[in-house]
Nanobody, 119 residues
Framework: QVQLVESGGGLVQPGGSLRLSCAAS????????MAWYRQAPGKQRELVAG???????NYADSVKGRFSISRDNAKNTVYLQMNSLKLEDTAVYYC?????????????WGQGTQVTVSS
């Protein structure tokens, strides 16, 4: 059974920083691309940042220059460093990973972690 567990969310003032972590565990054979999505109230879930198995990142235009995605393949973990946070960054942040276990390859989602930017 594969699980993704996120941590690091919380309440922060505008201009502040947070670092999210997402650790994959279970019967993992390999992990491909990993990504962070977010969903604000009343809005659709959107891609924030992604990173390939080789470490190449990509970002939504709204977070370029402020957010940084990285991964530690030895720990099966992906990170999202969020700086210069804005009110509009408030959302539930979800981790997604393309994981191959013993039997198949599929995408997995974490349970989500709340990020609230407020003064």
């Amino acid at each position: 059974q594969v699980q993704l567990v996120e941590s690091g969310g919380g309440l922060v003032q505008p201009g502040g920083s947070l670092r999210l972590s997402c650790a994959a565990s279970g019967s993992i054979f390999s992990i491909g691309a990993m990504a962070w999505y977010r969903q604000a109230p009343g809005k659709q879930r959107e891609l924030v940042a992604g990173i390939t198995s080789g470490g190449s990142p990509n970002y939504a235009d709204s977070v370029k220059g402020r957010f940084s995605i990285s991964r530690d393949n030895a720990k099966n973990t992906v990170y999202l460093q969020m700086n210069s946070l804005k009110l509009e960054d408030t959302a539930v942040y979800y981790c997604n990973a393309d994981i191959r276990d013993r039997y198949m390859r599929q995408g997995y989602w974490g349970q989500g972690t709340q990020v609230t930017v407020s003064s």
